[in-house]
């Protein structure tokens, strides 16, 4: 199977630091996005990683091992409008089949 | 431009009507998606096109059929759907299949009544 799991929810305060994690099976692995998605709207890009560590863009980074099996996406700084569902989402093999995982949605508080 | 559109928005059909949903982007990519979303799930996928030509099909039923008439313009015929087919139905577009971001459209809601 190609399992991606992540936790369903998460809330956070406002101004804080989130770190969402996802794990998947790494059998035939071929790169992991993160992507976000506000109630009622498209997917939209977050990041991108293919080789082992950090990728930082902005308030948003992504980190990747791929020995473990493991991503997790980090916000810092959070704001109202970061409360959405992220979505994990792994490429296998060729062809261009996305899996994804069955999203976290992100409560932030003021 | 880098934007997947789509149409209609909305579309309300009964189950023995017959429909399109139409996808279009200007980008140059040469992989166009089809996904289907059920509320407060994740997009699954139905098919692919790679350089006009269908790649994947995950074992979608008969009665949604897709079409690539050209590497800007994506496809999806509807007939004989079931109420459980209704969805949120996504196209997306990247590069080339393979390890590129997929650039999503805003989607069309499908009610089938």
């Known amino acids: 199977g190609q399992n991606i799991d992540q936790p369903t929810e998460m809330t956070a305060t406002e101004g804080a630091i989130v770190q969402i994690n996802c794990t998947y099976q790494t059998s035939g692995f071929n790169g992991l996005f993160w992507y976000q998605q506000h109630a009622g709207e498209a997917p939209t890009f977050l990041s991108y990683?293919?080789?082992?560590g950090l990728e930082e863009k902005g308030r948003f980074s992504s980190f990747l091992s791929r020995s473990k099996g493991y991503s997790y996406l980090l916000l810092k700084e959070l704001q109202m409008k970061d409360s959405a569902s992220y979505l994990c989402a792994v490429i296998y093999n060729q062809g261009g089949k996305l899996i994804f995982g069955q999203g976290t949605e992100l409560s932030v508080k003021p | 431009d880098t934007e997947v559109t789509q149409t209609p928005k909305h579309l309300v059909m009964g189950m023995t009507n017959k429909k399109s949903l139409k996808c279009e982007q200007h980008m140059g990519h040469r992989a166009m998606y089809w996904y289907k979303q059920k509320a407060k799930k994740p997009p699954e996928l139905m098919f692919v096109y790679s350089y006009e030509k269908l790649s994947i099909n995950e074992s979608v039923p008969s009665r949604f059929s897709p079409e690539c008439p050209n590497s800007s313009l994506l496809n999806l015929h509807l007939h004989a759907l079931q109420p459980e087919d209704s969805a949120l139905y996504l196209c997306a577009s990247s590069q080339v299949p393979d390890s590129y971001e997929q650039y999503f459209g805003p989607g069309t809601r499908l009610t089938v009544t």
């Open positions: 990683n293919v080789l082992d």
